[in-house]
């Protein structure tokens, strides 16, 4: 059990700019969750894989924002025309089984919009 | 929606001090708890869970009810350490639409004086 790997750690970009996040889960594990953590609040849930199909979104994914989990492996986030806002902690999870089984967490990527 | 509520922080203890952090959460139909903990510098860790009401889920000396007559999820520890000093997240899982999707409160920082 590698845990869940996320790239880069930390990103840094101008407003207007497209950005690509990666997340590699522990590799049995066939959902995946993408979550939103801003300072001093708890993350909030973005988007939720089964292996390749993404089967919810949460209002929060504006259109700029896109998601996609090829073969049911990583998974990538792209955040197009980045603005302040979207400056947070994105984080990615990943768990497997059936149920309310316990997700594992990598350690997020930190994007910051200058 | 589902939502957690969590006792605002942060919260400033000396060691072997008795620790209580306040949850309640609303939920339609009977959802999982958890308590998540991220450590200064790393990633969210599942620190224990409960999944139906009268579990009493432990972990490191921490402990919490699944009480649904009054819909919370206490965290407990007695004697914490130094090495407790960190941010605690309780968490639902949502069980409607089927991705089990964690529901978290604001967190609550500890920190844990020699």
């Known amino acids: 059990d590698t845990g869940v790997s996320q790239n880069p750690r930390h990103k840094i970009t101008k407003r207007g700019q497209n950005v690509t996040f990666r997340c590699d889960p522990i590799?049995?594990?066939?959902?995946l969750y993408w979550y939103r953590q801003t300072l001093g609040q708890g993350p909030e849930f973005l988007t939720y894989?089964?292996?390749?199909?993404?089967?919810?979104k949460s209002r929060l994914l504006s259109d700029r924002f896109s998601a996609e989990r090829p073969k049911g492996s990583f998974s990538t986030l792209e955040i197009q025309r980045t603005e302040q806002g979207d400056s947070a902690m994105y984080l990615c999870?990943?768990?497997?089984?059936?149920?309310?089984?316990?997700?594992?967490f990598g350690d997020g990527t930190r994007l910051s919009i200058l | 929606g589902d939502s957690v509520t969590q006792m605002e922080g942060p919260v400033t203890l000396s060691e072997e001090a008795f620790l209580t952090i306040n949850c309640t959460y609303t939920?339609?139909?009977?959802?999982?708890l958890f308590w998540y903990v991220q450590y200064p510098g790393e990633g969210l860790q599942l620190l224990l869970k409960?999944?139906?009401?009268?579990d009493k889920g432990s972990n490191k000396g921490f402990e919490a009810t699944y009480r649904k007559e009054t819909t919370s999820f206490h965290l407990e520890k007695g004697s914490v350490q130094v090495s407790d000093s960190a941010v605690y997240f309780c968490?639902?899982?949502?069980?409607?639409?089927?991705?089990?999707?964690?529901?978290f409160g604001k967190g609550t920082k500890l920190t844990v004086n020699p």
């Open positions: 999870a990943s768990t497997g089984g059936q149920g309310a089984q316990p997700q594992h």
């Open positions: 590799s049995e594990h066939n959902r």
């Open positions: 894989f089964q292996n390749e199909a993404q089967l919810e």
């Open positions: 939920a339609t139909g009977y959802p999982s």
């Open positions: 409960a999944t139906k009401a009268d």
């Open positions: 968490a639902l899982s949502a069980r409607r639409g089927g991705s089990e999707k964690l529901v």
